[in-house]
């Protein structure tokens, strides 16, 4: 496994779009797609730089395969948007006119179509009503595989996220972060907090599950006092901008113990390292993701521990927490240079105790990337 090293400059953000552009336009010619109706989700920002606030207002990029493309945005919004004109035009609309309609003429003759996921469905509706007869797909057909394959400029900013998170990670491993006497909720906002202060532009996340609340994957940080001698699972990430306005995203969990493990415990964390470093070392280029899944899982099934690890080994990561590739059982795409992903194994033992390791790794030629290096041990946290 390569540790994740000096972060290297991206490449430029125009350049970086531009090429984009141009892949997209393969995939729709090769999908036999006429026009892509982008709106809300990370396809926008990921081929424009612009992130459309989720409005009743429509936004949508109309890119038509074999014309330039045009943004069409309320424009009150207009003057967010920092636009090349080599890549996209830009159509503002006034209150009182019908943006479905500005769509419908870019669109034009146009009939096979590829919309948005997370285009608002009232949208999608004036879209078909104005553009009769057309057929209609997701653009996540078209647009994620090309999304899920990172470039020298993504990659870049995902290790910068990653080192900036390893920051706060550092300091909880090191007993800088209070845990004894404080809330779930104090502590996740002061993680909250050093994920900005270390160039976080957002927090997507702060999990802090203490005690029984440990054996939640997905626990919301409350009013319960963390204690001695308690298991504490930190899993957290943000959004960082790395120049362009685009922002990319980190994900890290790690678990603490607050006073002298049980061996109970330091054997279920063990099994868990384990399984954790051998998902990893799986992740090469070409391997079905299901079986990243397995390397892991099955470690743990041996262990006894099997029907205590209740969700996949990991997600797809980028401009979003989650996108493709997912490493789960029945995913046998192979993992290709660029790909780039959580490993997160985790124990349950519901009602007692869990635990979880994560970090963001990078499929690449020469073996995983690590996007993450903060020290993977059970930390013990006497403060």
């Known amino acids: 496994m390569n540790l994740a090293g000096p972060v290297d400059p991206p490449m430029d953000a125009g350049l970086a779009r531009a090429a984009r552009l141009q ?13 892509l109706l982008l709106s809300l989700g990370a396809d926008l920002p990921w081929l424009t730089g612009y992130e459309a606030m989720p409005l009743e207002r429509l936004t949508m990029l109309v890119l038509p395969v074999d014309d330039h493309a045009t943004l069409v945005v309320p424009e009150l919004e207009a003057s967010r948007v920092d636009h090349d004109p080599r890549l996209f035009e830009i159509r503002p609309w006034a209150e009182h006119e019908q943006p479905t309609e500005l769509v419908a003429a870019l669109v034009g003759h146009r009939t096979r179509l590829a919309v948005s996921d997370r285009c608002w469905a009232s949208h999608l509706l004036e879209l078909e009503r104005s553009i009769p007869g057309a057929a209609w797909r997701s653009a996540r057909e078209v647009v994620g595989p090309l999304r899920a394959v990172k470039d020298s400029h993504e990659v870049a900013a995902l290790r910068a996220a990653g080192k900036a998170a390893d920051t706060v990670a550092a300091a909880l491993l090191g007993g800088e972060i209070t845990l004894i006497g404080r809330t779930e909720a104090e502590v996740s906002a002061d993680i909250s907090a050093r994920l900005r202060d270390a160039g976080h532009d ?16 997905h626990h919301e940080p409350g009013p319960r006092i963390i204690g001695k001698g308690e298991v504490v699972v930190c899993d957290f990430g943000g959004t960082l901008r790395l120049g362009d306005g685009v922002g990319y995203c980190s994900d890290i969990t790690r678990t603490v113990v607050t006073g002298e493990p049980e061996p109970e415990l330091l054997e279920l964390f063990g099994v868990l ?48 927490e989650h996108e493709d590739p997912y490493m789960v059982a029945g995913n046998s795409s192979p993992l290709v240079a660029g790909h780039a992903f959580s490993v997160e194994p985790g124990i349950y033992l519901s009602g007692r105790f869990g635990a979880r390791i994560e970090d963001v790794v990078i499929a690449t030629e020469d073996g995983p990337l690590a996007c993450n290096e903060a020290d993977h041990r059970l930390a013990v946290v006497e403060t």
């Open 23 to 35: 892949r997209v336009r393969d995939q729709m010619r090769e999908m036999e797609v006429d026009a």
């Open 273 to 320: 390292h384990f399984a954790q470093a051998a998902a990893v070392a799986a992740a090469v280029v070409g391997t079905p993701c299901e079986q990243v899944d397995r390397a892991g899982r099955e470690l743990i099934t041996a262990a006894g521990y099997g029907k205590s690890f209740i969700h996949r080994m990991g997600h797809g990561i980028g401009i979003e």
């Open 202 to 217: 957002r927090v997507n996340f702060a999990i802090v599950g203490s005690g029984p609340n440990s054996a939640s994957p």
